[in-house]
């Protein structure tokens, strides 16, 4: 088959059809500050250090079908439209320096919701002086506030559609929104969240339902501001969840509490013209058969579905002719394997996916900062050696 733009090969496989080859994505985010030669903080809070890391990074990397902005940057976890990691409530840490001395990022786990019917109420006021939040964010100026709020984004917004236009190749999303059940979590922090589900169920159910609205109007507002209708793959929400699967959520709860305010989140997004890029963590092989009804109502080709540890062939089984598949090649791997391990494990991945289109091929979530680029350009290799189309 004919060579196809990057453009047309990752439209055709989120409509699930075939292409050319079977189109190549790994989430490459911090990597692109090691690699791009600048700091962790530069490469937060500078838009115009982050792109030129990223396309110094991409000489080293390889050249990739679509390109991952640093979205956490912008908005992660959010529920304060404060961008640059959050500094406003979850009280991120930033390390300059790689090797870095935490995780990246890294954030310390606090009750910061502790009367769900006080912040249903009152609103997201009611977060804004918790002690438990950020020292830092008790020291911002307004100034400071109202510019990660609105002038950062349209920065950011700026230098990613330059880098689209030089380089010829689409966004992997254009924003991003939290799955509900996500927000409780991170919010409430995982024990108290745990024995909410069980102490008071309904409530939070009431929460999910209450903040979903919220998830994707905002993240409808960063997607306008980065480009969508203009700039390719600007118009994707990343739609975020990380504690779904083993050992988090029982199949029974997953149905319950994180199925029903998702799949109104999703449907929102669609309904109103976005493509969701499901990105979830962890393994959800045992949620697969309640996901065969994701995309129901929704137009074709609207839905990405991006899975940690899940078994992707039998995603493939389940879900293949509905919905394009995004993953999963282990981070571990392109840490320890060597080139022959990571083209084999491709291999397999897109035997696996590939027949009738809807897959593209990635890693399990983003690409550690510290792997072998011999790796991450193995696996570039590995979609044009093993998964052309005839």
């Known amino acids: 088959m004919k060579e196809i733009s990057r453009f047309e090969r990752i439209e055709a496989a989120v409509n699930l059809k075939e292409a050319d080859r079977v189109p190549v994505d790994p989430l490459n ?70 090797p870095p001395k935490g995780n990246i990022p890294n954030f310390y786990e606090k009750n910061i919701i502790e009367d769900y019917d006080d912040v249903m109420e009152r609103g997201f006021s009611t977060l ?51 799955v509900p059940l996500d927000m409780v979590f991170y919010y409430r922090g995982m024990v108290q969240a745990t024995r909410d589900l069980h102490e008071c169920p309904s409530k939070v159910q009431e929460f999910c339902e209450w903040i979903i609205e919220h998830e994707v109007t905002v993240a409808k507002r960063h997607s306008h501001i980065m480009g969508a209708g203009e700039v390719p793959g600007a118009d994707r929400i990343l739609y975020g969840a990380g504690i779904v699967g083993i050992p988090f959520l029982s199949p029974e709860m997953f149905d319950e509490f994180f199925y029903p305010t998702m799949k109104k989140g999703l449907d929102m997004m669609v309904k109103a013209g976005f493509t969701a890029h499901c990105h979830w963590d962890n393994d959800i092989t045992l949620n697969l058969e309640t996901l065969r009804d994701m995309s129901k109502g929704l137009p074709k080709g609207k839905i990405i579905l991006d899975m940690g540890q899940t078994d992707m062939a039998k995603a493939k089984e389940i879900l293949g002719d509905k919905i394009c598949l995004f993953g999963n090649v282990p981070s571990s791997l392109l840490i320890h394997g060597s080139v022959k391990q990571v083209k084999k494990y491709c291999k397999k991945l897109i035997e696996d996916c590939m027949d009738g289109g809807g897959f593209i091929l990635s890693t399990e979530c983003e690409t550690p900062w510290n792997a072998k680029p011999e790796n991450v350009r193995a696996m570039l290799d590995s979609a044009r050696q093993f998964g052309r189309y005839k």
Not at 39 to 64: C, H, S, W
Not at 142 to 150: N, P, Q
Request: glycine share 4%.
């Open 128 to 178: 804004l002086f918790n002690r438990k939040i950020g020292k830092r964010a008790l020291q911002m100026s307004v100034d400071d506030i109202l510019y990660y709020a609105f002038e950062y984004p349209k920065l950011f917004a700026k230098e990613w559609r330059g880098f689209v236009e030089r380089n010829e190749v689409p966004l992997t999303i254009g924003a991003r929104a939290c």
């Open 29 to 98: 985010i911090y990597i692109h500050a090691y690699q791009g030669g600048i700091n962790l903080r530069e490469f937060i809070y500078d838009p115009v250090k982050m792109v030129q890391a990223t396309e110094k990074a991409r000489q080293i990397l390889g050249e990739t079908d679509q390109v991952y902005p640093n979205m956490t940057a912008m908005n992660h976890l959010s529920l304060i439209p404060i961008a640059a990691f959050d500094q406003y409530t979850l009280d991120w840490e930033i390390f300059d320096e790689f």
